[in-house]
């Protein structure tokens, strides 16, 4: 729990986070994500506003977007049908995340004080330096984040440890910069993202984190996404 003085200087410091959380039929997971986020941003006194883009979920993700909406306020909440949500973002930060559940709530508070130690443009979260791992993949995905990873390290040499992750906070300005220069999709586009910062001088901080699988649902790391992953390395790999 914060304390009162922390609280104040957090909500004094001027800056808010936009979580923007990309969401395909996660209609189980999204309550129990966004009431996480709340309870946080709530006890840390840091101002945020969360935003659901989702991809036309079949499952009715959108529609219990809505209904949280409308739960916690259009001043906290917004709920998009389409890919731009950068569009609707306030905040001077922005935090991408998945909306499994795989990323705690308990990594912000290292993810904010990192960013504020080296004033970093984009701070993402590490499952393959210090304490950071993964729990609860079978050996099969293991094998496939660890090659795919360390392919990425050869041949793109990105000066980061975790290319694929999906847990980051950017300046907003950095995020908009890099989107604009950034062609992937899926998978290939977190990895592309921390080479255009690369290529942009931009300065990257990481923090360890532990990798949990989903509560809800399966993942969609398919053949399709595995070859995508492969095209886009070799295509990163010749462009940059």
Known sequence: MASRKSLQANRAN???????????NERENLPLIVWLLVKYF???GHDYEII??????????????????????????????YIHGMKHATGNFIIIMDADLINSHYY????????????????SGTRYQGSGGVYGWDLRRKLISRGAN?????????GASDLTGSFRLYKKKVLESLVERCVSKGYVFQMEMIVRARQLN????????????RVYGE??????????????????????
């Open 14 to 24: 001027g800056d808010k986070y936009s979580v923007l959380l990309p969401t395909y």
């Open 42 to 44: 709530g006890e840390s």
């Open 52 to 81: 659901v883009i989702d991809d036309g979920s079949p499952d009715g993700t959108l529609e219990v977007a809505e209904q949280l909406q409308k739960i916690y306020g259009d001043d906290k909440m917004v709920s998009t049908a």
């Open 108 to 123: 912000y508070l290292f993810l904010f004080r990192k960013q504020k130690e080296g004033d970093y443009d984009l701070v």
């Open 150 to 158: 360390f392919l990425a390290q050869v041949l793109l040499r990105p």
């Open 202 to 213: 931009y300065t990257v901080g990481e923090v360890p984190i532990s990798f949990v699988d």
């Open 219 to 240: 993942s969609k790391l398919g053949g399709n996404e595995i070859v995508s992953y492969a095209k886009g390395l070799l295509t990163l790999f010749a462009t940059t």
